[in-house]
């Protein structure tokens, strides 16, 4: 592959730079992506002006088995896409050959859930190394975010008492235990019942912000100004809170309610009550959790089973 575009590429390139002002990592991807583009017409003896659709399918392929990802091909398809646009509007080139070429899907990453013995360390965990209020409010937030598989807005939704306006609550007195009432995603409500655990983090913490909360604040969890906690300090005292229980990995709220749903499905296997508890509209997010399932059976087997060990 030539170390350096041709004359007509390098054109292009300006016309990137100082026209379209893209970011300088921009257009040394672009640029790369330029050159095998080139490296790939000279290999098969097309002039690039002539290149035909069937042509670029060609070359993607190419691409593909010498392992590039699909990020990486859609990148190429952009420079390429971009080359040939330019071209057409000063009559180079009679269509757009790359028009309609998509690349390949990514895979969708896994979400990341701690293992059961991380999540529920982190649950029980109380802060020591800091006042006593907080440190309770702390455990009450991780007990619900765990227990609950709640969303993180809907969590610092969370009001003490149910009110016509109110984005959720808790009802401790529910005869049939007690309950989180939560609007989610597309302002559809759901409830989910709240476990012994974080019913008596949250018994434990009321006393405390009958303290801390403005008289007028409705919010259940609340700052040490006495108004509603926000997702950022949310964010906050929960990494502390996992780093001070010992946790190998960094936390994020969303990470507990993976966990949730990933240990629920491992112990239950009904895809659909899960799906009702996290308030999922299609089953099909829901299933994303029986891959890392999956994942934890296959690590059994592996360090278990006879037959699947390595030396």
């Given at each position: 592959?030539?170390t350096?575009?041709?004359?007509?590429?390098?054109?292009?390139?300006?016309h990137?730079?100082?026209?379209?002002?893209?970011?300088?990592?921009?257009?040394a991807?672009?640029?790369?992506?330029?050159?095998r583009?080139e490296?790939?017409?000279?290999?098969g003896?097309?002039e690039?002006?002539?290149?035909?659709?069937?042509?670029?399918?060609?070359?993607?392929?190419?691409?593909?088995t010498?392992?590039?990802?699909?990020?990486?091909?859609a990148?190429?398809l952009?420079?390429?896409?971009?080359?040939?646009?330019?071209?057409?509007h000063?009559?180079l080139?009679?269509?757009?050959?790359?028009?309609?070429?998509r690349?390949?899907?990514?895979a969708?990453?896994?979400?990341?859930?701690?293992?059961?013995q991380?999540?529920?360390a982190?649950?029980e965990h109380?802060?020591?190394?800091?006042d006593?209020?907080?440190?309770?409010r702390d455990?009450?937030?991780?007990?619900?975010?765990?227990?609950?598989?709640?969303?993180?807005?809907?969590?610092t939704?969370?009001?003490?008492?149910?009110?016509s306006e109110?984005l959720?609550?808790?009802?401790?007195?529910?005869?049939?235990?007690?309950?989180?009432?939560?609007?989610?995603?597309?302002?559809?409500?759901?409830?989910?019942?709240?476990?012994?655990?974080?019913?008596?983090?949250?018994?434990?913490?009321?006393?405390?912000r009958?303290?801390?909360?403005?008289?007028?604040?409705?919010?259940?969890?609340?700052?040490?100004r006495?108004?509603?906690?926000?997702?950022n300090?949310?964010r906050?005292?929960?990494?502390?809170?996992a780093?001070?229980?010992?946790?190998?990995?960094?936390?994020h709220?969303?990470?507990?309610?993976?966990?949730?749903?990933?240990?629920?499905?491992?112990?239950?296997?009904?895809?659909?009550a899960v799906?009702?508890?996290?308030?999922h509209a299609?089953?099909?997010s829901t299933?994303?959790?029986?891959?890392?399932d999956?994942?934890?059976?296959?690590?059994?087997y592996?360090?278990?089973?006879?037959?699947?060990?390595?030396?």
């Open positions: 592959m030539a350096a575009p041709s004359a007509e590429v390098q054109a292009f390139l300006q990137l730079t100082v026209s379209r002002r893209l970011a300088p990592r921009t257009v991807m672009y640029t790369e992506a330029l050159l583009l490296a790939a017409a000279d290999a003896a097309v690039l002006r002539r290149a035909q659709t069937h042509h670029v399918r060609g070359w993607v392929a190419q691409l593909r010498r392992g590039l990802g699909p990020r990486s091909i990148i190429h952009a420079a390429w896409r971009g080359l040939f646009r330019w071209w057409g000063q009559g080139v009679p269509a757009n050959p790359v028009d309609g070429i690349p390949p899907k990514a969708k990453p896994l979400p990341k859930a701690l293992s059961v991380q999540a529920v982190l649950a109380h802060n020591t190394r800091t006593p209020a907080l440190a309770a455990h009450a937030i991780a007990e619900l975010l765990y227990g609950c598989g709640l969303r993180i807005a809907e969590l939704g969370l009001d003490l008492h149910s009110r109110a959720g609550w808790v009802d401790l007195e529910d005869p049939g235990g007690a309950t989180a009432h939560v609007l989610g995603k597309g302002s559809k409500r759901r409830s989910v019942p709240v476990g012994r655990a974080a019913l008596q983090a949250l018994r434990d913490w009321l006393p405390h009958a303290l801390m909360a403005a008289a007028d604040e409705p919010a259940l969890f609340v700052s040490q006495g108004t509603r906690l926000s997702v300090q949310l906050l005292r929960l990494q502390q809170l780093q001070q229980a010992g946790l190998p990995t960094r936390v709220p969303h990470m507990l309610r993976h966990s949730y749903a990933s240990h629920l499905l491992q112990s239950s296997g009904d895809l659909r799906q009702e508890l996290l308030g299609s089953i099909s299933q994303v959790y029986t891959r890392l999956h994942q934890h059976l296959a690590k059994i592996d360090a278990a089973h006879p037959r699947a060990r390595r030396k």
